[in-house]
Structures are given as C-alpha cells and as structure tokens.
C-alpha cells in the first residue's frame, strides 16, 4: 500500500505561480509512473499532467502545456507540479495519483491517490 500525501496549494494571484509536491510513502515509488489531477466543484476529475517512471517522460493536458511542469525525484519519493501564469480555471483540488501499468490519461487504472490539495487562483 502506498500511501501519497500532496502539500503546496493555496491561495495566489492571477499570474502567479506555485508548486506542489507530493510525496510517496514506500521506495517501490519508484515502480510507479505519477499524475497530477485537478477537480473543481460539479466537475470530473481531470488529467494535467504525468511523468514515466524511469527516463521522465512527461505528458500534459492542452490546458496546461507551457505553464505547468511535472519532475521528479526518485531519491526523495517525490513528484512536483510547478504551475505558472496561473489562471482561475485553474481553481481545483489536485490529485497525486499513482500507476503500476503504463501512464493511463484519466482515473481508471491509477492504483492510489492522496488526499488532494486546494489551488486557488484569484482574478
């Protein structure tokens, strides 16, 4: 069982920018490939971004190619989303969500997710 816990969300400024880490709780981490996903109320659970388990492949949803980037450190059982010129459609709880089997692009098939954190973006 693998247990992820999100921090760095908050409350930030149009234009602003804010990065947040998600940190795993056992060193098969490393087995996994790692996603980001965002709901906002009403809304479904959606994709942004993920990144491979070995070589950093990385994958991102239209909406936010170019201003948001995923890494991560193995060493440290870490995965990162910076966000940059953040906008209000980008209001969500994030999601860190784990895969054993490929980088799937929507819920199914991700084996564990933490908790969420909230973003914020103000006008």
């Known amino acids: 069982q693998v247990q992820l816990v999100e921090s760095g969300g908050g409350l930030v400024q149009a234009g602003g920018s804010l990065r947040l880490s998600c940190v795993a709780s056992?060193?098969?981490?490393?087995?996994?490939?790692m996603a980001w996903f965002r709901q906002s109320p009403g809304k479904e659970r959606e994709f942004v971004a993920a990144?491979?388990?070995?070589?950093?492949?990385?994958y991102y949803s239209d909406s936010v190619k170019g201003r948001f980037s995923i890494s991560r450190d193995n060493a440290k059982l870490s995965v990162y989303l910076q966000m940059n010129s953040l906008k209000p459609d980008d209001t969500a709880v994030y999601y860190c969500?784990?895969?054993?089997?490929?980088?799937?692009?929507?819920?199914?098939?991700?084996?564990?997710w933490g908790q969420g954190t909230q973003v914020t973006v103000s006008s």
């Open positions: 969500a784990a895969a054993r089997q490929g980088i799937p692009p929507g819920v199914d098939g991700y084996d564990y």
């Open positions: 990144i491979a388990r070995t070589l950093g492949g990385t």
């Open positions: 056992e060193r098969s981490f490393t087995l996994y490939a």
